[in-house]
């Protein structure tokens, strides 16, 4: 059965779409199929992450019953598929969610994994991407004003039924006035199943619009990356670099600074 997982987070900015681009380039890497859908409607940046071509057909075509499903599929040169949404304040006033419903039932079983890149909060188009999921990964930064926001979140998504396989804690710098993993799991009831580290190459990714995992990936945040999607295919993951790996990563990191 096909896993509907739905990227989602109580605040905006926390990292959901860099968490569903670098999850959708590293899964193929397990034998998986996978599909990317922006399901951020009014804050669509999927299509941006990934370098989509701005007049391509996206989803908020396929919502107004413009274009069929299969044609909004784009397919990316890493290994998997992506659907963009539309970027315009036009496309956004005219969202049909019902359609977007009957849209990815009519995909999903071409697939083995669809990460669903929600809307942050509980609006109606958070609400529907939660609700169309088979399951939920919560993405956090290490302060308190993201963690409660999500607790909201993961609430509402128990109340319909839709479990969360945990939370992935990005953008931590290890400061001492970050709150405590134990803390964070006991106030949300759920497991960090990664800690992504603040990283530079992060951000760089984003600006060339090339996953990190892609760009840099001996970086801190792709060895997270890569061990996220093993766990969450249930693979034992344990990367050795080479020492050619460490010395230009090393390398990278210098010129980075200086
Ligand atoms: P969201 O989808 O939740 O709105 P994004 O994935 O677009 O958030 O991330 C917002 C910004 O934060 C991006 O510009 C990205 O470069 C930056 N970012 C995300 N994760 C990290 C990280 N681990 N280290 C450094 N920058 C990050
Ligand atoms: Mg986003």
Redesign the pocket.
Known sequence: MTRRIAIV?G???????????NLASVIPLFGKSVIAVDA?FT?P?LGL?LGAPINTIHFHHVLREQAEVFDAIHSHPIGFHYIPAGLSLDDIKQVDLDSYLTAIDDITHFYDVMLL?CA?GLGSDAMVGIASATEMLV?VNPEWTSITDAMKTIKFAEEIGVPSTGVIL???RNETIEPLNDHIETFLDAPILAE????????K???YCKPVVHKRPNSR?SLVYRKLAANLLGHNYMPRPTWKEKLKEIWHNMRDVY
């Open positions: 987070s605040k905006g900015g926390v990292g959901k779409t860099t968490t569903v681009t951020n804050a940046n992450h890149d942050p993405v990005n953008r931590k992504i580290p603040e990283d530079r190459n992060v951000r990714g984003v600006a945040a």
